[in-house]
């Protein structure tokens, strides 16, 4: 008989073989689940089965039973954020190209001129193109925008997280969308969305500027990429450029919302990268950060 | 007064393995910002493990829990909770933290005095 997916998560996370897991077994008593455990049973099932389980409903009474009845209870969560249907207008991208020229770009001219090398490995290329670059504060994406040839310019989607712009800054979220074109890209949980929405985006020609670090570095150094970076290369086939972006957060250091000072944003270009669809999404991911790293 | 008491001890090693295979979660739900700024992996298996020391001692459920429960140190060192949120509700008089590493392991005990 078939295995239940929850049997088969539980039997890797407490490295018993599934044909000793029964409906009967009990999380604590007979899989020796831990606190860490437990953390980890939480978030397979989320990533996995899509479904959020609530934590605090296993203890040590919590039966296999239980959980699959949990699971089978718990909607499938629900895409919550779309791309706009106004953002990819032809009139749109019109308005966009002139608030660059006249807001944008000017504005940020006066904070942060930005200087750029590596434009060469951009020569040959054309739409869609992944860029992906280090985040280190919210300039880099007009930096980015502002030197990329007009080709891309004007043809950018930026993926951005939906807990930040969709749901914390919602109050501003058609103002940026119109100005910078974003979408959004879940950091967490299910980014089976993000994947879909990048995939509309680039069926239809649009190059997109994505941050594998999924949040600004509060350090300084380049955070862990998240895991969903390299899936997303393998995926598009389309090519992927690294950034390197320095000298933002100088302006606006983490934790701030305007400029401390006025400063030089540097922004380099890589070679594009080419995965093959049997790379793994792990290879992709390290692949893509060592090129960043190296920049 | 009643005192209660909570411990949870952990492998550093499979703590960094969860860390590293599920980062997301670890942010999302368990650590506050200030508590990920020392990315250190043991120290953050310390912090892992008062917090869940913590849980058990005032009784409650895993989940939501671990936010409102935040590790920090004085400057001596000294690790300290800062559980505003629960302490009235729960009638906190006083507590103490203490977290211990050896090898590849972290344990941490609470002890909490309640009115």
């Known amino acids: ?295 | 007064m009643k005192i209660k008491i909570g411990s949870d001890i952990l492998q550093i090693k499979k703590f960094k393995a969860a860390f590293k295979k599920y980062p997301e979660k670890f942010e999302r739900d368990i650590f506050s910002i200030r508590e990920l700024k020392n990315s250190e992996i043991s120290h953050l298996a310390g912090i892992f493990a008062a917090k869940e020391a913590a849980i058990k001692a005032l009784d409650l459920k895993p989940g939501r829990s671990w936010k409102l429960i935040e590790v920090k140190n004085l400057k001596s060192g000294k690790p300290v909770l800062n559980f505003s949120q629960l302490a009235d509700k729960k009638n906190i008089r006083s507590y103490d933290l203490s977290i211990s590493h050896h090898g590849d392991y972290v344990i941490a005990v609470v002890a909490v005095l309640l009115k």
């Open chain 1, 1 to 295: 008989m078939k295995k239940s997916p929850l049997i088969k998560i539980l039997s890797l996370i407490s490295n018993k073989k599934s044909g000793r897991i029964h409906q009967e077994s009990r999380l604590v008593r007979d899989l020796k689940l831990d606190s860490l455990m437990r953390i980890e049973l939480v978030a397979q099932i989320e990533k996995q089965l899509g479904v959020e389980i609530d934590e605090a409903k296993i203890n040590p009474q919590t039966k296999v039973e239980d959980l699959e009845r949990l699971i089978r209870e718990k909607p499938k969560k629900e895409i919550k954020f779309k791309i706009s249907s106004w953002q990819l207008h032809p009139l749109i991208k019109l308005i966009r190209k002139i608030l660059y020229k006249i807001i944008a770009f000017p504005v940020l001219a006066i904070f942060a001129p930005v200087e750029v090398s590596g434009q060469e490995f951009l020569e040959d290329l054309d739409n869609p193109v992944i860029f992906m670059a280090n985040h280190t504060c919210t300039l880099d994406s007009p930096a980015v925008v502002r030197v990329l040839p007009s080709r891309f310019k004007n043809n950018i989607a930026l993926a951005t997280a939906t807990d930040v712009l969709y749901e914390h800054f919602k109050w501003a979220k058609d103002l940026v969308i119109l100005i910078y074109n974003t979408y959004p890209f879940p950091r967490f949980g299910q980014i089976k969305s993000g994947l879909d929405h990048t995939q509309e985006l680039i069926d239809k020609k649009w190059s997109i500027l994505f941050f594998p670090e999924g949040k600004e570095s509060v350090s300084g150094k380049i955070n862990q990429f998240k895991r969903g970076t390299g899936f997303l290369a393998v995926k598009m086939g389309c090519p992927v450029v690294p950034i390197r972006i320095w000298g933002a957060r100088e302006i606006i250091p983490p934790h701030c919302h305007f400029p401390k000072k006025r400063g030089k944003i540097s922004v380099k270009f890589g070679k594009p990268l080419y995965f093959k669809k049997k790379m793994t999404s792990d290879e992709a991911t390290e692949l893509i950060e060592q090129a960043i790293q190296g920049l």
